[in-house]
């Protein structure tokens, strides 16, 4: 009956863990999406602004 409750405590012990990575994932991906949807606002601002150089694009890709 001992190892039981031994089996038990250690498995609750590793899903306790497995719960605080799921939790550090998400806040991750989370920022990631906020870090992303700033830039693309940032882009598309300097772009509605017309502060980007198209004819470096251009150059760059050798057109």
Do not use: P, W
């Not at 920022?31 to 694009?57: C, F, I, P, T, W």
Request: glycine share 10%.
């Amino acid at each position: 009956m001992r190892e039981r409750g031994q089996a038990l405590e250690t498995y609750s012990r590793a899903i306790t863990g497995v719960q605080g990575k799921a939790k550090e994932a998400i806040a991750l991906y989370e920022e990631g999406e906020g870090d992303s949807r700033k830039a693309v606002e940032a882009y598309n601002k300097k772009v509605s602004q017309g502060d980007l150089d198209v004819h470096v694009a251009f150059e760059y890709l050798d057109c």
